[in-house]
């Protein structure tokens, strides 16, 4: 199921998923006794990764709560392209999650390998094929999600779950959950927010030719969730 929270602004849209956020670790964790959570990377996130920071740290019971991401840039979790630094220093290094329980990609390895590690840490986790609680996304100018890029070889990889995918445009590798990764999520929330995306957002929820990656998510069992504010 598609369903679109449109907001007035990045501020509501902000307050609204942070809450929606916590509803859903709450309920997560009551049902399974852990909320499994995959992070996405780039700017819009990071007020939301503040704000459960700051004002929503003692509303989530982190020590049950199991963190990944959707994709990583094969750099070192130092570096200032590293979406795990990014969710380190706004979120994760201000709550009392477990160490264990921060699920980084391995973007300073070799990008193969690294994804082949991260599909066995998926297994562990997991017991088989992953089914996360909820999957954060975003959306990029060119109509990207995760790290599935237009016209890249990871958009048609179906018996993987995490793959490494070169990005031409970027000119480098990257780490990216497949397609059917999110399929099988539980929800999936889609952050958008500034007025440059509208029209990206408008191609993508009339379906219009022709289709950008973006436009090939669905949850099979479960909501995918269209956040945004323009
Ligand atoms: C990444 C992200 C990427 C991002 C979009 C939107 O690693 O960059 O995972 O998919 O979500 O590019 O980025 P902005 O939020 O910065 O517009």
């Avoid at 979120?91 to 066995?120: F, K, N």
């Avoid at 017991?127 to 237009?150: N, Q, V």
């Avoid at 952050?191 to 509208?198: E, F, N, P, R």
Wanted: proline residues 7%; hydrophobic residues 45%; aromatic residues 10%.
């Amino acid at each position: 199921m598609s369903v679109e929270h449109r907001f007035e602004s990045v501020a509501a849209l902000t307050e609204a998923a942070a809450r929606h956020i916590v509803a859903l670790a709450r309920a997560s964790i009551a049902a399974r006794g852990r909320f499994t959570l995959a992070l996405s990377g780039g700017s819009t996130p990071k007020p939301l990764f503040r704000l459960l920071a700051t004002e929503y740290a003692h509303s989530i019971n982190w020590a049950a709560v199991h963190v990944f991401w959707s994709d990583e840039r094969c750099v070192p979790p130092t570096s200032a392209d590293s979406n795990y630094k990014l969710a380190h220093d706004l979120l994760l290094a201000h709550v009392a999650l477990p160490p264990e329980q921060i699920h980084r990609l391995s973007g300073e390895d070799d990008p193969t390998q690294a994804a082949e590690d991260y599909g066995q840490v998926l297994r562990m986790i997991f017991g088989g094929p992953p089914r996360f609680d909820l999957i954060l996304l975003g959306m990029g100018d060119d109509g990207h999600t995760a790290s599935l890029f237009p016209g890249t070889s990871a958009l048609t990889v179906a018996d993987r779950w995490v793959v490494a995918n070169y990005v031409e445009k970027a000119s480098m590798w990257r780490l990216t959950f497949t397609y059917p990764t999110l399929y099988a999520a539980r929800e999936i929330m889609v952050l958008i927010a500034g007025a440059d995306k509208q029209p990206i957002y408008d191609h993508v929820r009339t379906d219009a030719q022709p289709p950008y990656p973006i436009q090939q998510v669905r949850v099979d069992d479960g909501e995918l969730g269209w956040w945004v504010a323009f």
